[in-house]
């Protein structure tokens, strides 16, 4: 591990989607051990930024490293040599969907020992025990050999946490890990999030959970049209923001809450 540089570093980041931009220049930095949740209303970009960090959307400019994996797109494509940086960088970066995007033909042990046997090539028996251990984290190690479709919502999305853990990553990007599920399933995925935090994991989180957001970050990033409208510590963010646009937001959240 590289202690003198960010775990995660984007820089002058632009993504348009036809004639549309989504992100108008944006820049962060995530060192080892932060939590930072990226908020705001719908279509700010929140999730097109984290998905850029791995390169499953590709920005039009801009640059991002993972430690010292570094990649330059240029006009939304990437070069041959980009290719195979993009893929080192998804190895380093555990990624969880919001819709849990586990294998329906796979257990869910067989799902989290994928990734690290066969793109890692690490040893079986190996892999096996971590993710055994990992299911343990999660709560999870008694359904090992159970089916995606034979769990709830929060187990599959808890699954998908010890997949992602599975990699070694060096950062954890989530994307409303809980926007798909009944609000009975929140608080277990949430825990979950709330112990890897505690165990000094760096993590990236999109989210719509604004008391998550304000206990448990150690930064807040408000978006607002592709652009960070606020960016500090959540007591400065929830508690006395400059960005007119972020206090309303927050506001309109909390009426509603």
Same mark, same amino acid.
Request: charge should be neutral.
């Given at each position: 591990?590289?202690?003198?540089?960010?775990?995660?570093?984007?820089?002058?980041?632009?993504?348009?989607?036809? &004639?549309?931009?989504?992100?108008?220049?944006?820049?962060?930095?995530?060192?080892?051990?932060?939590?930072?949740?990226?908020?705001?209303? &719908?279509?700010?970009?929140?999730?097109?930024?984290?998905?850029?960090?791995?390169?499953?959307?590709?920005?039009?400019?801009?640059?991002?490293?993972?430690?010292?994996?570094?990649?330059?797109?240029?006009?939304?494509?990437?070069?041959?040599?980009?290719?195979?940086?993009?893929?080192?960088?998804?190895?380093?970066?555990?990624?969880?969907?919001?819709?849990?995007?586990?294998?329906?033909?796979?257990?869910?042990?067989?799902?989290?020992?994928?990734?690290?046997?066969?793109?890692?090539?690490?040893?079986?028996?190996?892999?096996?025990?971590?993710?055994?251990?990992?299911?343990?984290?999660?709560?999870?190690?008694?359904?090992?050999?159970?089916?995606?479709?034979?769990?709830?919502?929060?187990?599959?999305?808890?699954?998908?946490?010890?997949?992602?853990?599975?990699?070694?990553?060096?950062?954890?990007?989530?994307?409303?890990?809980?926007?798909?599920?009944?609000?009975?399933?929140?608080?277990?995925?949430?825990?979950?999030?709330?112990?890897?935090?505690?165990?000094?994991?760096?993590?990236?989180?999109?989210?719509?959970?604004?008391?998550?957001?304000?206990?448990?970050?150690?930064?807040?990033?408000?978006?607002?049209?592709?652009?960070?409208?606020?960016?500090?510590?959540?007591?400065?963010?929830?508690?006395?923001?400059?960005?007119?646009?972020?206090?309303?937001?927050?506001?309109?959240?909390?009426?509603?809450?």
């Amino acid at each position: 591990m590289t202690n003198n540089l960010p775990a995660v570093s984007v820089k002058g980041l632009h993504k348009s989607f036809g &004639s549309h931009e989504v992100l108008k220049g944006i820049d962060l930095a995530a060192h080892d051990g932060d939590v930072i949740s990226l908020i705001g209303a &719908s279509g700010s970009g929140k999730s097109t930024l984290l998905r850029c960090i791995p390169m499953l959307e590709i920005p039009n400019s801009g640059s991002i490293s993972v430690g010292e994996a570094h990649i330059t797109p240029r006009d939304g494509k990437l070069s041959r040599a980009d290719e195979r940086t993009a893929r080192a960088i998804r190895r380093d970066l555990g990624f969880v969907f919001q819709n849990f995007n586990l294998w329906p033909h796979r257990t869910v042990l067989q799902n989290v020992v994928e990734a690290p046997m066969i793109v890692q090539r690490r040893n079986k028996a190996e892999c096996r025990d971590e993710a055994m251990a990992l299911l343990e984290k999660v709560g999870l190690s008694d359904k090992a050999d159970a089916w995606p479709n034979q769990l709830s919502g929060g187990q599959q999305q808890r699954v998908a946490i010890a997949r992602a853990l599975a990699q070694k990553p060096r950062a954890l990007l989530f994307d409303e890990p809980t926007s798909a599920l009944d609000p009975e399933l929140v608080g277990e995925v949430l825990k979950v999030m709330r112990d890897l935090a505690d165990e000094g994991r760096t993590m990236i989180i999109v989210t719509h959970e604004m008391g998550f957001a304000r206990e448990v970050s150690s930064r807040t990033i408000f978006l607002h049209q592709g652009l960070v409208e606020e960016d500090g510590t959540p007591e400065q963010v929830f508690g006395n923001a400059h960005s007119e646009r972020c206090r309303a937001f927050l506001s309109g959240y909390f009426d509603r809450a």
